[in-house]
């Protein structure tokens, strides 16, 4: 099987890397640290099935493009992709599903004095999320209810995101720790992917620092069943795939959701159509079974294959360039990558690097390198990682030293412990 991946970041490294173990891979545009890398675009690349990674494709419609030429996609068309382009469509859609979800309201231009006033009914935190895409960036949680209404004004007015932010929702905030699943969809029915992974999304320790795309991630969260995901697939996910099939969306992809275990149970707090990155490059390498075949039933609508998961756990330290998220610096030589590769256990997925004209990778992003390690326990697999960390380096390189090391978010059934 031929198997075109679309992006050029780490979790699309992570796929391609475990998809060539048993198909041929190219990966379009990839990177210079990403094998199988080629500037052709994939409407030009003749293959059996392509997935596509970032959601800014799914949105634009490169996954309808490729199906109308009559080929085998992962990832959902423009419609289904409205799920994460539209907090407010996807609001109304889970609302209509009975999924439980925060309370909100939409608005758009010339409605800041009705926002002022929907806001005056909610007790705090105040949610102010920008409708569209705005790159994890786009949602505000404040207790002050004036800074609440002045970032609504700047995302209306298009100041602070463009048009991502001229409708905008509102939401009654929620408290409690979070959880994401992860379930493919062939269109029909979901399955769920069965283990969990927790993100670490402040730049600095201890949940420090300001957000950004994901510091450090670590798999499986310990105490997180497969039942308890199930519960929230009979929440969310399923009657939202019945919701989207009434739509007549046909939904080939994975579905991420994402969860606040709040004291009166868990309630949906979005849906991203992609896997997560860095969630994907803790997961995708220990599936178990046949990844390729697999991606390709959910492509033709016909998922039969049950998803498994090694139950080793994984954890990956993200590397990011000096500046980041602000202004990331590019350029900077990276050393020690083949020592790092070399210990048992350790995996490096390329994010956002590139090749000098020396042909040394330097770095090309603000988050350059994700450092995976690999072992039955989470602890030994954080040691690894971390002692590969330490093999890396280059000017203002930054990365957290505390990934997968509080782990007692322990979360059950009723909420939070
Ligand atoms: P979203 O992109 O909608 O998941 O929002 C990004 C982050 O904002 C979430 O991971 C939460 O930490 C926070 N958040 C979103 N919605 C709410 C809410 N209704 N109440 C409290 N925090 C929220
Ligand atoms: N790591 C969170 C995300 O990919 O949205």
Request: aromatic letters at 6%; charged letters at 20%; proline letters at 6%.
């Amino acid at each position: 099987m031929k198997v075109c991946v679309v992006g050029s970041g780490g979790r699309e490294h992570a796929f391609a890397k475990t998809l060539s173990t048993e198909a041929e891979v190219v990966i379009t545009p990839g990177s210079a640290g990403i094998e199988g890398s080629t500037p052709e675009p994939a409407t030009a690349i003749d293959a059996d099935l392509y997935v596509i990674g970032p959601e800014v494709p799914l949105v634009n419609g490169l996954a309808d493009e490729l199906r109308a030429s009559g080929h085998y996609v992962f990832g959902p068309g423009s419609d289904g992709a409205l799920l994460e382009a539209s907090k407010a469509w996807m609001k109304d859609l889970v609302h209509a599903a009975g999924v439980p979800t925060a309370g909100y309201a939409s608005f758009g231009e010339n409605q800041i004095e009705e926002v002022a006033g929907f806001l005056l009914t909610l007790e705090p935190p105040y949610v102010v999320k920008t409708d569209g895409l705005a790159a994890g960036k786009g949602v505000l949680v404040t207790d002050d209810y004036e800074e609440a209404v002045s970032d609504a004004r700047n995302k209306l007015s298009g100041v602070s995101f463009g048009d991502a932010g001229r409708r905008i929702v509102i939401e009654e905030g929620l408290v409690g720790p979070e959880l994401s699943l992860f379930a493919l969809c062939d269109g029909q029915q979901a399955v769920l992917i069965p283990t969990s992974a927790q993100d670490h999304k402040r730049l600095r320790d201890d949940d420090c620092g300001p957000n950004t795309g994901g510091m450090g991630c670590y798999s499986p969260m310990p105490g997180m069943s497969s039942a308890d995901l199930d519960e929230l697939m009979d929440l969310a996910v399923h009657p939202t795939v019945e919701e989207l099939k009434k739509r007549g969306i046909d939904y080939r992809g994975v579905l991420f959701a994402g969860f606040m275990m709040t004291k009166d149970g868990p309630k949906l707090l979005e849906y991203n159509v992609r896997f997560g990155d860095p969630e994907a490059q803790v997961i995708l390498p220990r599936f178990e079974g046949n990844l390729s075949e697999t991606l390709l039933e959910v492509a033709k609508g016909n998922l039969t294959t049950q998803p498994i998961v090694s139950a080793d756990a994984m954890v990956t330290v993200v590397l990011a360039s000096e500046g980041y998220p602000t202004s990331p610096r590019t350029g900077d030589v990276i050393h020690g990558m083949d020592d790092a590769k070399t210990i048992e256990g350790v995996t490096v997925f390329c994010a956002g690097v590139d090749s000098n004209i020396q042909g040394e990778l330097v770095t090309n992003g603000g988050r350059v390198l994700n450092v995976c390690g690999r072992a039955p326990t989470l602890g030994a697999a954080r040691e690894i990682a971390y002692k590969a960390v330490d093999a890396i380096s280059w000017p203002g390189m930054q990365h957290r030293t505390d990934i997968g090391a509080s782990i007692e978010t322990s979360i059950n059934r009723e909420g939070i412990k």
